[in-house]
């Protein structure tokens, strides 16, 4: 995918919520076992690296009572891109296209 549509993407996710906006406090990778993208709905091919967390709800970062947890699954550059447009940092640096 042509990188700005997958920020365009991102953006449209991260607005409609179905991103989070919040870190993730633990991430680890590793080899794909044909996860698909939570950024852009494309496999992650088993020759790729995948990155993977847990996400926290908003309400429950607010404190409240009935936490949400949430699995996240992305490709290495949907990660980096996710985690560029969550914080609002302007203008990002070019990746070159994994996938």
Same mark, same amino acid.
């Given at each position: 995918m042509e990188q700005e549509s997958l920020r365009l993407l991102i953006r449209g996710k991260l607005?409609?919520?179905?991103l989070p906006h919040n870190s993730i406090h633990r991430i680890w990778g590793g080899p794909s076992h044909g #996860?698909?993208?939570?950024?852009?709905?494309?496999?992650? #091919?088993?020759? #790729?690296?995948?990155? #993977?967390?847990?996400?926290?709800s908003d309400a429950s970062?607010?404190?409240?009572?009935?936490?949400?947890?949430?699995p996240l699954q992305l490709h290495v550059e949907c990660f980096w891109l996710w985690d560029f447009e969550r914080r609002g940092d302007q203008p990002g640096?070019?990746?070159?296209?994994?996938h």
């Open positions: 607005a409609y919520g179905l #996860e698909t993208c939570d950024a852009c709905d494309l496999l992650v #091919e088993k020759r #790729e690296f995948v990155m #993977e967390g847990i996400s926290l970062l607010a404190g409240r009572p009935h936490e949400r947890r949430r640096p070019a990746l070159p296209s994994g």
